[in-house]
Every structure is written in C-alpha cells, then in structure tokens.
C-alpha cells in the first residue's frame, strides 16, 4: 500500500532536540497549513495543524534549521499511535512519520539589508 504525504506549511514554535532513553534523536513539532475549506465568518481558508516527528540526523537538521514561522515542505507518511489518557481511557493521535524535508525561502527568511550599506550613485559619481 502506498503512505506518503507531502504537506507546505510553517513550523509553528521553536524546534527542540530531544533524545529517547537509549539515546536516539528526534524532535516533535507542529507543521500550520491552510486548509482548502474556508471559515464562515471572512471567507478566509481555515488553518490546519498536525503534529509531526522525525528522527536521528533527520532531527538533528529540523532543530539546527528551524524556529517558529519556518516554511517547510515535509515528506513522510500517516502513522497512528494509540496511547493512554490520564483518566485511562485509551486514545489515538495521528502525525506524518517525515522521511525529508525541504527548506522554503521566503522574504522573512531572507537577510534584510540595512539602509546604511546600500550604496546610492547618480550618473557621474560612478566611481569605475
């Protein structure tokens, strides 16, 4: 059966390193999408968020590499993990497994230039 996903969205807190108790790495993050559904009340597309988890070198990357507001575009699959609630009832939680991921530039992640360093010449004052 085929499982993959491939969703553009922005990271929607700072990133953190995390490690398993036998040492493997991984993080955990919220990936902010729209949706193609559209709220009532503006007409505006809705957002969506879904967690998302990527491990070993793959995380180290994410966390080195993203801050909230980071755009994204993750690869992986739709994985299911049951767990229990405090109250021991047993739920379940879906997140996208990611496999890859490919970071988006964007105008706020682009260096801005200061007024001081731009240059400003008219025709004769060309200095070659």
Known sequence: MLNTISLFGR???DVELKSTPSGTSYV???LAFDSKATRREDNKPASCFI???????????IANNCTKGTPVCVTGYLDQQMYQKP????????????T???FIK??????KVS???????????VPF
Do not use: H, M, Y
């Not at 967690?51 to 990357?61: R, V």
């Not at 109250?87 to 990611?98: C, H, P, S």
């Not at 964007?106 to 260096?111: D, I, L, N, V």
């Open 11 to 13: 990271i929607t807190k």
């Open 28 to 30: 955990s993050f919220s």
């Open 51 to 61: 967690t998302c988890a990527a491990w070993k070198s793959l995380a180290e990357i």
């Open 87 to 98: 109250d021991g009832t047993n739920a379940r939680t879906t997140l996208i497994q990611v």
């Open 100 to 102: 890859d991921v490919t």
């Open 106 to 111: 964007s105008k706020e992640t682009e260096p």
């Open 115 to 125: 007024q001081e360093k731009v240059l400003d010449f008219e025709d004769g004052d």
